[in-house]
């Protein structure tokens, strides 16, 4: 089941006495929310992230999952990857089966890895060289890998991004699919402001320099979405006004 992610009063500079990238950012998900965090590029939306996944330690500020404060990485969540990060000269189930390793399992690997590989659809996959998959494939072998050490939290950082159209879209709903049955809690940086509107629950708009949320706007949209619906297309428009009003805050 997903946990909870709350973080409150986030500053980051990178330099001691450099520009700040994130000042005093705070936020939650609920359990099994998806919420989706968009922003221009540069905002500070990667950032965040590692710093939710405990791989960077911010300036101020506290992150904590399911109550207790983040102070590094766990397999309890996963941050994937806008690239799929692949050992290419393993197969789908050994890269499947990574997070595992690093996790410290010993038994029960293959079985687990083919498992998840059957989550996203791969299941006849599992024994091939990962460089013999189109990036479609090796995209849903990563989540795999995101998915096998069992997380409750799964962050994304624009994982589709680098797809064409037609997979991106089938993966945004493989995703939802996935997500939804296994009851984790998503938090989605996107570019896409279809993806959000697809994916979300919830989108929160961040500003920039310095990275602040702006705007929060919940999606109450059943599932699975249709994108050409009117209803998914009003709430595109919605974020998209949503997003400039933001800006244009930020420039009055
Ligand atoms: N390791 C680093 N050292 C110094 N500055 C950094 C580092 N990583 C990021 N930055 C700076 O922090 C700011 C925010 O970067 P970040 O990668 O979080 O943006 P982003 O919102 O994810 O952008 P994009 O949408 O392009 O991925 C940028 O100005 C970037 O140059
Ligand atoms: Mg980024």
Redesign the pocket.
């Known amino acids: 089941m997903g946990a909870s992610i709350a973080f409150e009063g986030v500053s980051h500079r990178?330099?001691r006495r450099g520009i700040p990238?994130l000042a005093e950012v705070g936020g939650q998900v609920a359990p099994g929310e998806t919420v989706a965090l968009i922003?221009r590029?540069?905002?500070?939306?990667?950032?965040?992230l590692h710093i939710l996944a405990g791989l960077i330690r911010p300036s101020a500020g506290v992150v904590r999952i399911d109550g207790r404060p983040v102070t590094g990485p766990s397999s309890k969540w996963n941050l994937m990857f806008q690239q799929p990060s692949l050992y290419p000269w393993m197969t789908a189930a050994e890269n499947a089966a990574l997070g595992l390793t690093f996790a410290g399992a010993r038994r029960g690997k293959a079985e687990t890895a083919r498992r998840t590989l059957g989550l996203v659809g791969l299941e006849d996959e599992a024994d091939a060289n990962v460089q013999t998959l189109s990036g479609g494939q090796q995209q849903r072998v990563a989540l795999a890998r995101s998915l096998a050490t069992e997380p409750d939290v799964l962050l994304l950082d624009?994982p589709f991004s680098s797809l064409d159209a037609f997979t991106r879209a089938a993966l945004q709903d493989e995703v939802v699919r996935v997500t939804g049955r296994l009851g984790l809690t998503v938090l989605l940086?996107t570019?896409d402001i279809e993806e959000a509107a697809v994916m979300a629950d919830r989108v929160l708009v961040m500003g920039d320099r310095p990275?602040r949320i702006r705007a929060e706007l919940p999606i109450s949209l059943p599932r699975p979405r249709d994108r050409g619906s009117p209803a998914v297309l009003a709430v595109r428009n919605t974020i998209m006004r949503q997003f400039e009003t933001s800006l244009c805050l930020r420039a009055a």
């Open positions: 990178f330099e990238v922003g590029s540069g905002c500070g939306k990667s950032t965040l624009e940086v570019h990275g």
